[in-house]
């Protein structure tokens, strides 16, 4: 990881995240770094609100999915609420609809949670001076957003709800049930039923179906660690 050397105070950042290990990770990278200042944490909704309000910080990291409320409905809220506070959102999963309704609700980041220390730093900077930046995964997204002039973004197998994409997705990517879950906080119970129901909505007679479907709109991109 590159050492940015300081000029000037450093950026007040904050986060908000259900995860206390996540939490936990960003204070421990924020505070081997001088040029950035952790001010506040949060772990669902209402408390990121209360954090952005008091504690102004400059940049928040925002988890999409929090108890509560989600993160896009509370960068929206903070339009009104704090808006000197920069927004960056955090996803587990690389979501074109999700980038969309982020920059929509005033978001000006968007980075995956698995992206490398360099990478997210770079987003805080660039949030910090009010520009948009996007980790590289989101990137080809917002071209095509551009290229579309702003049209409404059409989401893959637009009959399944966003969860039950980001599960789909995982799938063709090859996690199981039990690595799904655990991506997406969700426990197995919940995974078996949203593969369930799948086939159905998609209206294939199997999950193998579902697959070839979800591979064939492009779904499937995230390989395992």
């Known amino acids: 990881m590159s050492?940015?050397?300081?000029?000037?105070?450093?950026?007040?950042?904050?986060?908000?995240?259900?995860h206390t290990l996540f939490r936990e990770g960003l204070r421990a990278l924020f505070d081997s770094r001088a040029d950035v200042e952790l001010v506040g944490s949060a772990a669902d909704g209402?408390?990121?609100v209360k954090v952005a309000v008091?504690?102004?910080?400059?940049?928040?990291?925002?988890?999409?999915?929090?108890?509560?409320?989600?993160?896009?409905?509370?960068?929206?809220?903070l339009q009104v609420l704090a808006p000197d506070v920069a927004v960056?959102?955090?996803?587990?999963?690389?979501?074109?609809?999700?980038?969309?309704?982020?920059?929509?609700?005033?978001a000006v980041g968007y980075v995956l949670k698995g992206a490398d220390e360099d990478e997210l730093l770079e987003v805080v900077h660039?949030?910090?001076?009010?520009?948009?930046?996007?980790?590289?995964?989101?990137?080809?997204?917002?071209?095509?957003?551009?290229?579309?002039g702003g049209a409404p973004y059409a989401?893959?197998?637009?009959?399944?709800?966003?969860?039950e994409r980001e599960i789909l997705d995982l799938l063709a990517s090859g996690y199981d049930v039990a690595r799904i879950a655990g991506r997406l906080h969700l426990s197995t119970k919940s995974v078996?039923?949203?593969?369930?129901?799948?086939?159905r909505r998609l209206g294939v007679?199997?999950?193998?179906?579902?697959?070839?479907?979800?591979?064939?709109?492009?779904?499937?991109?995230?390989?395992?660690t």
């Open 3 to 18: 050492q940015t050397p300081a000029v000037g105070p450093p950026i007040r950042v904050a986060v908000a995240d259900d």
């Open 205 to 224: 007679p199997d999950r193998e179906a579902a697959l070839a479907r979800a591979r064939a709109a492009g779904l499937g991109r995230h390989r395992p």
């Open 88 to 106: 960056v959102m955090l996803t587990m999963v690389d979501d074109a609809e999700q980038l969309a309704e982020a920059i929509r609700h005033g």
């Open 155 to 163: 989401p893959p197998l637009p009959e399944l709800s966003e969860r």
């Open 54 to 77: 008091t504690a102004r910080p400059q940049v928040m990291l925002m988890d999409i999915r929090m108890p509560d409320e989600d993160g896009i409905a509370v960068t929206s809220r």
């Open 46 to 48: 209402a408390e990121a």
């Open 192 to 199: 078996r039923n949203y593969l369930t129901g799948i086939p």
């Open 126 to 148: 660039a949030a910090a001076r009010r520009e948009l930046h996007f980790g590289p995964s989101a990137v080809a997204h917002a071209r095509a957003m551009l290229r579309a």
